[in-house]
């Protein structure tokens, strides 16, 4: 199993946090079970997947202000620049993300993605080339750190919930490298 970093109160005021998030970020639904809201320092637009199940992200046209607070902070942390935040918001237990590894090929593998949490608890299930799976709750203020180079070789989801719960949005913290196809351009590490 690789090496994720688990951080509780990571980030302080998680309720405001939570609701400064779910009611301002410029919320897209799209045909997929949660809602979705993507920033990057590039203006172009980043398509992420491949055939059929592609699809292409607009970033919005500026950096919400809490949300560069928490990329600047990490970024001075982990001593990486991230160029893209995908935000995601799961109105209660039904939302989800499906299996998945995040290896586009826009993705910079050498940096971590980040995962910050803020709303419901929910759980983050990774799964090991072997076919183990270990399941990781995900609390209110968190962060989860996927290791550089994990994308390539593990998937993770966040399931369907067991139990009724309230809202959730995800900040996932990413690295992108230059894709002529993407138009996505190398702004440093």
Known sequence: MVNITYIANAVA???????HLWNT????KRDVPRRECF???NEKPYTYGRGMGAKT???VATWDD???EIKEKAEAQ???????CFCNGYVDEHDSLNWHADDSDVIDHDRP???????SEREIWVRAPDGEVTKHRLESGSLFVMPAGMQRTHLHRIPKHSAM???????TFRGLVASPANGVTDNGA
Do not use: Q
């Not at 970020?25 to 897209?28: A, C, K, T, Y």
């Open 78 to 84: 982990f001593g990486v620049k991230f160029e893209a």
């Open 165 to 171: 719960c309230g809202p959730r949005v995800s900040l």
């Open 13 to 19: 005021n998680p309720a405001e946090c939570f609701e």
């Open 57 to 59: 992200y607009y970033p």
């Open 66 to 68: 809490l949300i560069a």
């Open 113 to 119: 993605i980040l995962v910050y949490s803020f709303g």
């Open 25 to 28: 970020l410029p919320w897209e």
């Open 39 to 41: 920033f990057s320092d």
